[in-house]
């Protein structure tokens, strides 16, 4: 029987490709998709269709109303910050930035792994592009992989030490393209835009999508996103 | 103005002993309560009632459905043990262990200290009467602690350490009591059962009314608890 994972899948480009990775290692994907109030919930839907296409052994969604708390372009209902200059991406911590995410998700997906006997994790954080964001740095998971081992019933008796896979972690965007197209993500199905269309198509000049586009860019693929009538295209 | 701190409220008789607590050091609570498909909902109205009596900055209720993962009889449609061997109490891990809770329990109070600018977080656990539950020692709140401070923007800027603070964590039962009772909690608000009847009522003889009937007991206080007709007094 294959070892399970859990593989925190967001519907975006990043964790499309973590869990063709997971999946290329021999892991038996659980994947988790967590509905945390987000405007963009469309990309629960590409989560779906990711999921569906890769095969995974199941496929959960959560939901968690992180607006509660509000704090973040993302949750909040204030305008997301368009056409930011691509100097600026990852020099100081964007307002897109959802206090503690990355630890909320994590500790979901811990809840998940530990009842599954599970002591793998994947999640597509990435400190290059977003090194803006402190939840997405290799300490921080570190330290968080230490935590959840002393959190756990398996980890106290001395049977596990959780292991957090960050495979996206020290690479660029056209890295990450060309790793997963490799794999044959679809990443036609994914949508990363901050703000995106009714179908989710891209705004085309968000962070994200301004990410996105210089990715496909520079890995000399053809960029399969749909973008709004009227958005900038590269 | 005060300084914020969240505290993390369940409607037990725990978490209103550290909301008073907490009041008493001179911070200004703001009080979480996590409504996290546990079977005794009426717990969440306890901490409603507390909240109230206490008076709270603010109070928050958020729904995380952990039943979705299973794994507990918490949150399992399973039978709770009933009648624990005293002897028997904090020897092993018990089946209502909710996996990974007080990771997901401080991870979403951390998002909202993070809002608040808070560097405080308050929980109820106590390593003596539930030293079973690994999450719930003081190795792991230290680690939590670590992890959390690198995973927030001010933590990351060096503007704070998050400090959590468990003053329940060496104390027993009837330690918390006599602490509360001085503090005036009304602990006639709280409910501790795992298995209440409509009003709240405890069974008497599940793990936390023994641990609660006992506590009352060794304190020297009246115990205030109204139990199910036909439950076992002492």
Known sequence: ??????VLLSGGLDSATVLAMAGEQGFAAHALTIRYGQRHAI????ARRVADRVGVQDHKVI???LRLFGGSALTDEVEV????PEELIGREIPATYVPARNT??????????????AQDIFIGVNALDYSGYPDCRPQFLDAFSRMATLATKRGVEGNMRLHIHAPLVHLSKAEIITRGTALGVDYGLTVSCYDPGDHGEGCGSCEACVLRRNGFAAAGVQDPTQYQSGAMHP
Chains 1, 2 share one sequence.
């Open 1 to 6: 029987m294959p070892t399970p994972a859990v």
């Open 43 to 46: 990309e629960v839907d590409a």
């Open 63 to 65: 939901d968690v109303n």
């Open 81 to 84: 910050p368009k056409d930011t």
């Open 104 to 117: 909320v998700f994590l500790s979901l997906a811990l809840a998940w792994a530990e009842v599954l006997h």
